[in-house]
């Protein structure tokens, strides 16, 4: 009877302490170190990772509605993901939506953020006008495409199918 006694309250205190652990892993993950950051760059400012990577979005996807989801396109289109349990943060307009493949992406204004494989460094802008299927653009916070003319040359390297 007596070992009952001191159960219960054993039970409570743990459970306190799970929820104390899961709160503050939850919050730091929530409110860790922006996902996105913004840079300006020829009097626009565009979205880029925490590496200052640029962000692309296909003109074509939009809330949810997937074409880079083939492994030629995934291999030159990197999808900007995040864990389950954390929230974008580093610019306005941020939220997540769910791949095919259930991952959680980040988008700005519902499309979708990768960046470009044959980005470099920092500041490289060479997906800027890619075609395809549709247009890849730079993300500016505006939520308009940057039109700064392509490195690339605007053709696809992976033969017209996502």
Known sequence: MRNAKLIVP????????LIGVFTAVSMGLSHG???????????????VTRRGMTLYHLSVERRGHFICTSAACLAEWKPLVVARGVTPTGAKSLGVVRRPDR???VAYKGGPLYTFEEDHKPGDMNG????DVGTWH????????QSA???????SGYGGGY
């Open 33 to 47: 170190k922006a996902v996105v950051k913004t840079k300006t760059v020829g009097g626009r400012t565009i979205l």
């Open 138 to 145: 730079v993300v500016t916070v505006a939520g308009k495409s």
């Open 149 to 155: 003319p392509t490195s690339s040359g605007g053709s």
């Open 10 to 17: 054993a039970l409570v205190v743990g459970a306190a302490l």
């Open 128 to 131: 800027n006008g890619f075609k």
């Open 103 to 105: 991952r959680r992406q």
